[in-house]
């Protein structure tokens, strides 16, 4: 299976400022997705990172304020911007290696901290 | 209602002892059923993978679907203190989404 990291694996961050998540794969994927996973919650789609072109983002979540890039099929980044305390929470990337199968694999996540 | 539900525990169990973790689920049009395990402070790691209803078997791990009652099952054999982790169950819808269970925190005691 891919190999996926994440930088940074935390931060803490003030609110009003921005920070951006990178994803880094060992090898080209299909897809690229950004999970959000809050305390106590299940992870929630934020949206598909395509390639080439502007992300799809789930319900809820808007450009502006999660602005995602996937320049190439190896890596991708998601800003979370004019953060608040609501936004700490952990940050997941994962991917689809694509040959038929659609089994998802996450990076270790980052864990980001609004005061 | 949620698509998934999940109850989130906490589970714990003796050593050796059989686990059983379980999710239903709302949309009938799900087919594919995943379970996730979570070590703290990590990312989900994928463990067990099923296509529709039935049995697989991977080790000490079972997964079961029944898709007439929509209700998915994990169990642990022979658990170990080293099993002691989030178990998340996840379901692909349209748009290859992955519709995940709160999660079931687990510890087994040595």
């Known amino acids: 299976s891919a190999v996926i990291s994440q930088k940074p694996s935390r931060d803490i961050c003030q609110r009003g400022t921005s920070l951006t998540i990178q994803c880094q794969v060992d090898s080209q994927v299909t897809m690229m997705f950004w999970y959000r996973q809050q305390p106590g919650q299940s992870l929630t789609l934020i949206a598909t990172?395509?390639?080439?072109?502007?992300?799809?983002?789930e319900s809820g979540f808007v450009i502006d304020k999660f602005p995602i890039s996937r320049p190439n099929l190896t890596f991708s980044t998601l800003t979370v911007s004019n953060m608040s305390p609501e936004d700490s929470s952990i940050y997941l990337c994962?991917?689809?290696?694509?040959?038929?199968?659609?089994?998802?694999?996450f990076g270790p996540g980052t864990r980001l901290t609004v005061l | 209602q949620k698509e998934v539900e999940q109850d989130p525990g906490p589970l714990s169990v003796p050593e050796g002892a059989i686990v059983s973790l379980n999710c239903t689920y709302s949309n009938s049009a799900f087919q594919y059923f995943m379970w996730y395990r979570q070590y703290s402070r990590k990312g989900p790691e994928l463990l067990m993978y099923?296509?529709?209803?039935g049995n697989k078997e991977d080790g000490r791990f079972t997964a079961q679907v029944d898709k007439s009652s929509k209700y998915i099952s994990l169990f642990i054999r022979d658990s170990q203190p080293s099993d002691s982790a989030t178990y998340l169950c996840?379901?692909?819808?349209?748009?290859?989404?992955?519709?995940f269970g709160t999660g079931t925190r687990l510890t087994v005691i040595p």
């Open positions: 990172a395509n390639q080439g072109s502007e992300a799809t983002y």
């Open positions: 996840a379901m692909i819808g349209v748009a290859n989404n992955l519709f």
């Open positions: 099923t296509y529709s209803s």
């Open positions: 994962s991917v689809v290696e694509g040959g038929g199968t659609d089994t998802q694999y």
